[in-house]
């Protein structure tokens, strides 16, 4: 087995804000042409599709290479962080508009996703394909989430908050129990990031994780508040 080197990703460096960058341009392009891809056509639901099994074939060829270098492993490589699992849930959003997981992609996969691209956990380099699918995946959930909300008229309400809430505190405790048995830390539920993130600013282990979950709640009301269907207010709460 070759010898692996451990180097760090160097936040904001150069090949940091390019990433930022084309989230952010992505993010503006999307806006710009929503009404555009709002108006049917016949090819939309291929369009969809196509680009729900880009992210799935990405996230299967990462694993691949794992493998192939000999590197993967029960503790590091398995799919249960919040942006691997917002993924998986985004590819069937798109597939089957399954408004049901809407919220939880909304709150939870694009908060997770979006502080994966500003703080990466990765210790890769731009052009190693490791690089590049970890902001592929990422800045895809971030679309995923503006795409339904923007092009398809779906809306994040404030029960679909407290759902989604409830679903992270369901998981936790699996992931946790996961994590001792095989010695892992998904969800950074043992130890914080390599590279920084939030959760420096939260506290020590493990009272970060209570203070995040409090954090978390108040971005997903801010958010709440700026993307609600104000037209309706009253619908927000069904």
């Not at 989230?23 to 599709?49: D, G, K, M, Q, S």
């Not at 503790?75 to 998986?88: A, D, G, K, N, R």
């Not at 130890?191 to 971005?219: C, H, M, Q, R, T």
Request: glycine share 4%.
């Amino acid at each position: 087995m070759k010898e692996n080197t451990i180097t760090t990703f160097d936040l904001f460096s150069l090949e940091h804000l390019i990433a930022i960058a084309v989230l952010f341009f992505c993010v503006l392009l999307l806006y710009i042409l929503r009404n555009v891809l709002a108006r049917p056509f016949h090819h939309t639901l291929l369009f969809e599709r196509l680009f729900a099994l880009s992210l799935l074939v990405m996230e299967i060829s990462y694993h691949v290479i794992l493998i192939r270098d000999g590197i993967w492993t029960f503790s590091e490589s398995l799919p249960l962080h919040l942006c691997s699992l917002s993924l998986f849930c985004s590819c069937f959003l798109l597939w089957t508009g399954c408004k049901r997981l809407y919220d939880f992609i909304f709150f939870a996969g694009m908060g997770g996703a979006l502080q994966a691209v500003l703080t990466p956990s990765i210790i890769v380099h731009f052009p190693d394909f490791k690089f590049i699918q970890f902001f592929f995946v990422h800045i895809g959930i971030i679309l995923t989430a503006f795409y339904i909300l923007w092009v398809k008229g779906y809306r994040p309400t404030f029960k679909g908050i407290i759902q989604t809430m409830l679903v992270l505190n369901i998981i936790f405790p699996i992931i946790f129990i996961l994590n001792i048995l095989i010695q892992g830390n998904y969800m950074f539920l043992r130890a914080k990031p390599i590279n920084g993130s939030l959760l420096d600013f939260l506290g020590p282990y493990p009272w970060y994780i209570i203070s995040l979950e409090i954090v978390a709640f108040i971005i997903f009301v801010l958010v709440w508040l700026i993307f609600r269907k104000w037209k309706t207010p009253q619908n927000d709460l069904v």
